[in-house]
């Protein structure tokens, strides 16, 4: 964030969800939950150059390695995104 937060989060972090007011927030009904779609981008197959430790390193977390890899590239993209506005 380029902006400094206002929030006190040290009071956030030490209050119980109780006393947070919620108030202003309206609950979610199983008639939304019904309705929701979970919507995500296509993937598409390609073919990219990995220096082959980035690679043993992404496999040797397990299953799951190609998700994770593309996980990081999103929360890049977004960053950037947002740097260039």
């Given at each position: 964030m380029s902006k400094v937060?206002?929030?006190?989060?040290k009071r956030l972090a030490a209050m119980s969800d109780k006393e947070i007011d919620k108030s202003d927030?309206?609950?979610l009904s199983d008639d939304f939950f019904a309705?929701?779609?979970?919507?995500?981008?296509?993937?598409?197959t390609v073919t990219i150059r990995l220096d082959s430790d980035v690679l043993a390193w992404f496999k040797e977390q397990g299953q799951g390695y190609q998700t994770r890899i593309n996980q990081l590239l999103r929360v890049y993209m977004e960053t950037t995104r947002h740097k260039s506005r």
């Open positions: 937060s206002k929030t006190d989060w927030i309206p609950e309705r929701a779609e979970l919507r995500t981008p296509p993937k598409q």
